[in-house]
């Protein structure tokens, strides 16, 4: 089992930033890739970044290329996503998400947080 949390939404403003953090604990991190993705109200998951377990890949959709960066520490356990220039189409709940193998499907991934409500204001 792994346990996941997220941390570091809030409300911002259009051109804003935000860093949302996923603490994971109870298996080893490393051995996971990672993965956020957002759920906007009325909208499907959709999928917006993954990195491999070493972070030696990386994938973000094309919807926030160069806006957001995904990051992890296996030190601390965590995996981050640097949000800049915020658009309020951004709006969503996210949440991380941890699967065995680097991927954009939901459906790939085995360990889900509970989600963090991003707000941006235009």
Known sequence: ??????????????????R???AASGRTFSDY?????????GKEREFVATISGRGRYRY???SVKGRFTIS????????YLQMDSLKPEDTAVYLCAASGTTSVSASEYTYWGQ????????
């Not at 890739?33 to 109200?41: D, L, T, V």
């Open 72 to 79: 992890r520490d296996n030190a601390q356990n965590t995996v």
């Open 60 to 62: 973000v959709d094309d």
């Open 33 to 41: 890739a990672m993965g956020w993705f957002r759920q906007a109200p």
């Open 115 to 122: 989600g963090t409500q991003v707000t941006v204001s235009s």
């Open 1 to 18: 089992q792994v346990q996941l949390v997220e941390s570091g939404g809030g409300l911002a403003q259009a051109g804003g930033s935000l």
């Open 20 to 22: 949302l953090s996923c």
